[in-house]
């Protein structure tokens, strides 16, 4: 597996990992390595240091069982907030997301930023005809409700 630092043509920077180099230059040739701040499928590689593997055999800190925990807790924490806001700041549209994105994308319907529902067949039409659309992050579950 290659991990590659890579960025969209809006400058947003994120990661990606891949098979191996020629599965990274197939699949960006298709249109299938996008952004996913925005969606856009103009994505270069950035320069990158190569990850060399050592010969020592313990783990690395960062794959201790205390570590992965405390960054599974840091990532449930992200997802709850992010839904949050999206809850707080969108406009709900239940099973119309579909509709209303295109709508909204095709200018006939006012701009503003939407959350609803939509099955994986109406997701993959949205991408396939350039609507940006993202899943919204499941509630992880309380922290103070588990056992």
Excluded at 86 to 93: A, G, K, L, P, S
Excluded at 117 to 129: C, F, G, I
């Amino acid at each position: 597996m290659i991990r590659y630092a890579l960025s969209c043509d809006h400058d947003h920077g994120f990661e990606a990992w891949f098979g191996s180099s020629s599965d990274y230059g197939d699949q960006a040739a298709r249109g299938l390595v996008e952004c996913p701040f925005c969606g856009s499928t103009a994505v270069r590689k950035q320069v990158m240091a190569p990850a060399v593997s050592g010969t020592k055999k313990t783990a690395p800190d960062a794959l201790k069982p205390e570590a992965l925990q405390q960054m599974q807790s840091m990532m449930m924490q992200a997802a709850r907030e992010v839904r949050d806001h999206v809850e707080r700041n969108f406009d709900y549209v239940g099973d119309a997301f579909a509709r209303e994105a295109r709508d909204i994308h095709e200018g006939r319907s006012e701009k503003r930023e939407i959350y609803g529902e939509a099955t994986p067949a109406e997701v993959k039409k949205l991408r396939d005809d350039g609507v940006p659309c993202a899943p919204l992050p499941s509630l992880p579950p309380d922290p103070k409700k588990a056992n």
